[in-house]
């Protein structure tokens, strides 16, 4: 059984940073494509970062330049180092696995408020 827990989270000031952490279990960590994303209150769940088992990385545009995403498929573990963060950045963050045509899962959702 898949299990992803995220950590990390919490409030930080605009500006601030924050390193978010996905620990994998019950897959061939290796193998998947490795993703956060993330839902403000009243919108939809967008991407943010994607890495391939490869180590190629994919971000959202308002992200690029920010927000880095990096894997250590020794420790199961994939993270989101985020810096400059501002209030658009509010949101659940939600890691997210997957392996070819196979439904993807997902963890569930840690909190990250950037506020002053």
């Known amino acids: 059984q898949v299990q992803l827990v995220e950590s990390g989270g919490g409030l930080v000031q605009p500006g601030g940073s924050l390193r978010l952490s996905c620990a994998a279990s019950?897959?061939?960590?290796?193998?998947?494509?490795m993703g956060w994303y993330r839902q403000a209150p009243g919108k939809q769940r967008e991407l943010v970062a994607v890495i391939t088992s490869g180590g190629i990385s994919t971000y959202a545009d308002s992200v690029k330049g920010r927000f880095t995403i990096s894997r250590d498929n020794a420790k199961n573990t994939v993270y989101l180092q985020m810096n400059s963060l501002n209030p658009e950045d509010t949101a659940v963050y939600y890691c997210n696995s997957r392996l070819g045509s196979a439904p993807a899962s997902w963890g569930q959702g840690i909190q990250v408020t950037v506020s002053s």
């Open positions: 019950g897959i061939t960590f290796r193998r998947y494509i």
